[in-house]
Every structure is written in structure tokens, then in C-alpha cells.
């Protein structure tokens, strides 16, 4: 079995910063892609970061500037460092990998539990 683990989220004033962290681990292989997406009640998860084995990033342009993702791939971690954070970030945030279990050849989606974060005065 494989468990992402996400912790980091809370509740943040406008302008302040959070790192939210997701841990992969079980029986794995090999981890690909890893990313960030968030959801709010009544509308779509979107992306919010992605990046690749060799750390390659992408980002939704509403957080270019503001948030960065990283990745540990010795301990199958990802990051997400989030500053100057907004009112209009408050969400669940979840982390995605793309990973293949051992005794496998497939590729497939894993999520995370989602770790609430509220900006809020």
C-alpha cells in the first residue's frame, strides 16, 4: 500500500507564509511527477504547482511569485512554500504523485488526505 501524508496547513494572516509538506511511503518504486492542487467548496481542484523528477516546475499564474515547490526525492517528500499569501488562497490543499508500486509497471495517481488552509484577518 502507499500513503501521501500531507502536514503545514492553518490559519495565516494576510501577507504571511506557510509550508505545507506531503510524504509519500509504502511499498514504492519510483515516484514521477509531484504536485499541489487546491479546492474550495462548490468549484473544480485546480493546479497550483507541479514539478518533475529532475525539478522541473510549473505553476497556476495566480501564485507565480508567491509560492515555490520542491522535492526530496531520497526521502519521496514535496514541498510547498507559500508567501505573501491572500484571502483568495484559503482552501484544501492536496498533493498528487505519480508513482509506481513495487511488483508493478504502471504509473498511477496518488493523493493526499488535503490539508485546510485559511487567510484570514
Known amino acids: 500500500q502507499v500513503q501521501l501524508v500531507e502536514s503545514g496547513g492553518g490559519l495565516v494572516q494576510p501577507g504571511g507564509s506557510l509550508n505545507l509538506s506531503c510524504a509519500a511511503s509504502?511499498?514504492?518504486?519510483?515516484?514521477?511527477?509531484m504536485g499541489w492542487y487546491r479546492q474550495v467548496p462548490g468549484k473544480q481542484r485546480e493546479l497550483v504547482a507541479a514539478?518533475?523528477?529532475?525539478?522541473?516546475?510549473n505553476y497556476a499564474d495566480s501564485v507565480k511569485g508567491r509560492f515555490t515547490i520542491s522535492r526530496n526525492n531520497a526521502k519521496n517528500t514535496v514541498y510547498l512554500q507559500m508567501n505573501s499569501l491572500k484571502p483568495e488562497d484559503t482552501a484544501v490543499y492536496y498533493c498528487k504523485a505519480d508513482l509506481r508500486r513495487r511488483g508493478f509497471n504502471v504509473y498511477n495517481e496518488y493523493w493526499g488526505q488535503g490539508t485546510q488552509v485559511t487567510v484570514s484577518s
Open positions: 514539478i518533475t523528477v529532475d525539478g522541473t516546475t
Open positions: 509504502g511499498s514504492i518504486f519510483s515516484i514521477n511527477g
